[in-house]
């Protein structure tokens, strides 16, 4: 998870009747935009959260989104591409 200076954090409620907690990033305290997060959040509070799988940030207007730190698929087709191909079973004969 990445965030920057005004982005949003929601952090959706866990059971039922709980509300979400909806809040702005004021300061970010990890390298590279990563978490923990000092969040001033809607009701009024600031606390220093570590998000967990049940958060959300939404970026400010205005700014990209950070790019995925995931695999490509580029290198995933390539490689599928050889090994994905019918044999066919003919000699050439």
């Given at each position: 998870?990445?965030?920057a200076i005004?982005?949003?954090?929601?952090i959706?409620g866990?059971?039922?009747?709980?509300?979400?907690?909806?809040?702005e990033?004021v300061?970010?305290?990890?390298?590279?935009?990563?978490?923990?997060?000092?969040?001033r959040?809607?009701?009024?509070?600031?606390?220093?959260?570590?998000?967990?799988?049940?958060?959300?940030v939404?970026?400010?207007?205005?700014?990209?989104?950070?790019a995925?730190?995931g695999r490509?698929t580029?290198?995933?087709?390539s490689?599928?591409?050889?090994?994905?191909?019918k044999?066919?079973g003919?000699?050439g004969?």
């Amino acid at each position: 998870m990445q965030a920057a200076i005004g982005d949003r954090l929601c952090i959706r409620g866990n059971s039922v009747g709980t509300p979400d907690k909806i809040g702005e990033i004021v300061e970010v305290k990890g390298k590279a935009g990563e978490p923990p997060y000092l969040v001033r959040f809607d009701d009024g509070h600031t606390g220093l959260v570590f998000p967990g799988p049940d958060a959300v940030v939404e970026a400010r207007k205005g700014r990209a989104k950070p790019a995925s730190r995931g695999r490509g698929t580029s290198a995933g087709a390539s490689a599928k591409s050889g090994s994905a191909r019918k044999k066919t079973g003919k000699t050439g004969k």
